[in-house]
């Protein structure tokens, strides 16, 4: 059974590890990221963007085919199924279709406004027991089409959100979407310290977890990240496994054209980054 994340994460605080969000695509992706959670003992969040909801044929879709691999794979760890960035309209929808955790992305509103709309938000999802998101300070580089500045959030502007009740509270700290440029100066650790300082037990979410140094990735843990995301990572090593099994002309060999022979090594590229993540993360064996 799905749940909220909000107990993963408050523990994940109190212990300090990071629970991963990985976002997920097809069914290959998702019984993947199941499975690995699953053999390493750790609980895990399944991350649902808009375009990924419309391309996998909706939410509805999504939730049915998350159920029926819990129950299929006997999935034991906790797992919750979280829009990633939603809208207003998109986070109310996934609550409607049972979604056990939303993201509400009001960064792009002016603060009054954003706040305005999460609290209405936390009404509607706490009545159901389901967690929220809220984002403070754009983060950087493009999320489905939405592309941020990269801003660093103002700490004060995140005690305000923290204190509406959100379940957990993603910061601009430097950190973008997809791949880091060269010349990328960092995370900003200063204000992460100050972010964790005033919002005090309320679990953080690191956004553009793909190519962050590992040591940043454990100081951000150690001032209070609880929550990763990881998703550009999974779509390269995907990619790469299956430019491989192509390249090397294998589709062509026996019954090598056959869809579960193809996407395997993908598959198998996708259990090995998400082992790895779980590992740097410390959330192996953590359910
Ligand atoms: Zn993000």
């Known amino acids: ?61 999504v939730v049915g085919m998350v159920n029926g691999m819990l129950e299929e794979l006997q999935i034991t760890v906790p797992v919750a199924l979280h829009l990633d960035h939603g809208s207003y309209e998109g986070a109310l929808k ?30 509607i999802a706490g009545a159901k027991g389901i967690s929220v998101e809220a984002e403070v300070g754009s983060i950087g580089g493009e999320e489905d089409g939405v592309v941020g500045a990269g801003e660093v959030a103002d700490p004060n502007e995140c005690k305000q959100i923290a204190d509406l009740g959100v379940t957990m509270l993603a910061a601009g700290i430097g950190n973008i979407h997809g791949k880091y440029p060269a010349n990328w100066g960092g995370l900003n650790f200063e204000v992460l310290a100050k972010i964790q300082e005033l919002t005090g037990t309320m679990p953080l979410v690191l956004h553009g977890g793909t190519g962050i140094p590992e040591d940043m990735i454990q100081q951000a843990i150690s001032l209070g990240v ?61 359910a």
Request: charged share 25%; hydrophobic share 40%.
């Open 1 to 61: 059974m799905l749940v909220s994340a909000k107990d993963m994460l408050t523990k994940a605080k109190e212990g300090k590890y990071a629970v991963g969000q990985f976002n997920i695509n097809n069914l290959e992706w998702t019984k993947a990221v199941l499975l690995t959670a699953q053999e390493l003992n750790s609980p895990v969040i399944l991350g649902v963007s808009e375009g990924a909801g419309k391309y996998m044929c909706g939410y509805k879709t």
């Open 94 to 123: 996934c609550i409607e279709a049972g979604f056990s955790s939303v993201m509400f992305d009001g960064s792009h509103y002016a603060i009054d406004e954003n706040i305005a709309k999460t609290k209405e938000l936390i009404a």
């Open 226 to 286: 609880s929550k990763i995301n990881v998703n550009t990572e999974c779509q390269l090593s995907f990619a790469d496994a299956t430019r491989k099994y192509i390249e090397a002309g294998k589709d062509q060999q026996g019954k090598g054209f056959d869809p579960r022979k193809l996407l395997a090594p993908g598959f198998e590229a996708i259990k090995a980054t998400v082992k790895e993540k779980m590992e740097l993360f410390g959330s192996v064996g953590k």
